[in-house]
């Protein structure tokens, strides 16, 4: 298996994003390491935010947000995922588990900002980061939860298997279109080949086709047990847990009703379905995002 390193300069001129760069080595396993890249952005003092992104994204899709909660006063911090982004991509679908996404997560948190955060979440960003949160609770002051659940079985929607199969099947796999269709704002093209821009051959997309095999939605997948065993621990979290969904996500849709009635945190908060919506929330309704994690850290009194 090759570790690969998109150039540097498939990342020139990224409209919007001129965020400085900041790299942690992960330790994959298998006496092999990948370079980790994240956006820092804010005081280092600042009471910390971690906006974790999903597939086949990257931290660009947070870049409407990042201002705001610096404002506010917060230090961000938002990762590629290994296999997205800037961070280093193993060109071996098979490598890419679950478990492994989880622990190398976890490596960079441990490394890079230890104190409890904040947590913004959607996507895989909620897979690998409500597990997170089950397994340390107490290091996550408050969670805002969109376009996200933690699977664990069960039967999966129509319009998650057709992307299922999609993502392993089609021949144009292109990734900045794909995130246009799954928005309701109209993206620029230079917005659109930002989201292309991890990805300049299809050896590099290896993680990005992998991830959607990887959700646990069927009976006896892997990560089902592992989900399960998560859930009490996530069910008792007891901190500000918001949900705000896309109204027109077609992949989630619905399933903040399964987080809201199950978590203890959620409780008695506004939560809401945002109108103009799509699964890619960050592009759509970067405003309404950052100011309920705003308000849930401050309700959790991690910012004044």
Known sequence: MKILRTPSEQFENLPGFDFAENWFEVDLGNGQTARQHYVDEGSPEAPPVLL????????????????????????????????????????????????????WLKQWRSAVEPRPAALFCQDWGGLLGLRMVAHDPEQFVCV?????FLPAGGTPSKAFLAWREYARTTDDFRIGPLLQRSTVTELTEAEVAAYDAPFPKEAFKAAARAF???????????????????????????????TLFGEDDPITRGSEKFLIDRIAGAEGLSHRTLPGCGHFCQEDRPQELAKGIIEMARKAGHLG
Do not use: C, Q
């Open 212 to 242: 959607p095999a990887l959700v646990p939605v069927e009976d006896g997948m892997p990560g089902v047990e592992d989900n399960k065993a998560a859930w009490p621990s996530l069910a008792a979290y007891d901190k500000p847990f918001l």
């Open 52 to 103: 974790f992104h999903g597939e086949p994204s990257w931290s660009f899709l947070y870049r409407k947000m990042i201002p705001i909660l610096v404002d506010a006063g917060l230090r961000v911090l938002a990762p590629d995922l290994i296999g997205f982004g800037k961070s280093d991509k193993p060109d071996d679908p098979e490598f890419f588990t679950y478990a492994r996404h989880v622990d």
């Open 144 to 148: 805002v939860a969109s376009n996200t």
